[in-house]
């Protein structure tokens, strides 16, 4: 294995886990969580299973989308995003509060109190959220599912990647809406603990692509730099 590969090992592994942490992060602030983790939220509560088991069958539904869109087309690359969801997964647990989960890095990390300490809670989230796939997209690698199925629909429709990525995030939303509207307490669940998807939903919906940019401007050339340099 030559450095070069080595450090954009660490870049990808590195940018899995600090989107991983973000995720958690969103998690405690009570305000919503990040789209692409909103139906797998949903899910967590409902089924009583940790949220990296359940952003394990999420993915594996939305890969099972990419094989229903690509069709012949569908490729190693598109299975091996399954393959890094459970790595993502795994993760996800180990940085989370769940303490039936793998691991719970994150058990002991003080809770907001108030709405101010709540709402610092979510933007830190989608500050390391959009520096969690700066890094993760640096190396051009394998995507999680989410992008792959955003990225099969693009190349199937001809729609440019960024509105396919909005539809992907949409869909869950409200697939996380309904869930937590029938199950997780009716419109009270909005106020409630329990809340999957809120105003933290929206504005990371908004602000982790723009962080993840301004890094891109700001530091992508470093980072490039550093991974190719022997």
């Not at 394990?56 to 490729?75: E, K, P, S, T, W």
């Not at 101010?116 to 500050?127: G, N, P």
């Not at 723009?210 to 022997?230: I, L, T």
Request: glycine share 10%.
């Amino acid at each position: 294995m030559t450095i070069n590969i080595l450090k954009k090992i660490i870049v990808y592994l590195g940018g899995l886990l600090a989107m991983s942490i973000g995720i958690n992060i969103s998690k405690l602030s009570v305000l919503g969580i990040t789209p692409v983790s909103s139906m797998a939220r949903a899910c967590e509560q409902i089924l009583g299973l940790t949220l990296g088991m359940t952003t394990l069958i999420a993915n594996l539904i939305m890969v099972m989308g990419q094989l229903l869109v690509l069709r012949r087309d569908f490729r190693i690359r598109n299975i091996l995003g399954l393959a890094l969801t459970v790595v993502f997964s795994l993760m996800i647990d180990i940085t989370g509060t769940d303490p039936n989960a793998i691991g719970h890095l994150l058990i002991n990390f003080p809770r907001p109190a108030g709405y101010h300490m709540k709402f610092i809670y979510m933007l830190a989230s989608v500050v390391i959220l959009g520096i969690g796939v700066f890094l993760y997209l640096r190396p051009n690698w394998v995507p999680l599912p989410a992008e792959g199925l955003a990225l099969a629909i693009s190349q199937k429709t001809g729609i440019v990647f960024g509105n396919c990525k909005s539809l992907v995030d949409t869909i869950m939303i409200i697939i996380a809406v309904i869930l937590q509207i029938m199950y997780l307490g009716g419109l009270q669940s909005f106020m409630m603990e329990s809340v999957v998807v809120r105003e933290g939903t929206a504005i990371a919906a908004i602000g982790v692509g723009q962080v993840a940019r301004f890094m891109a401007k700001c530091w992508g050339k470093s980072v490039d730099g550093w991974v190719s340099k022997s």
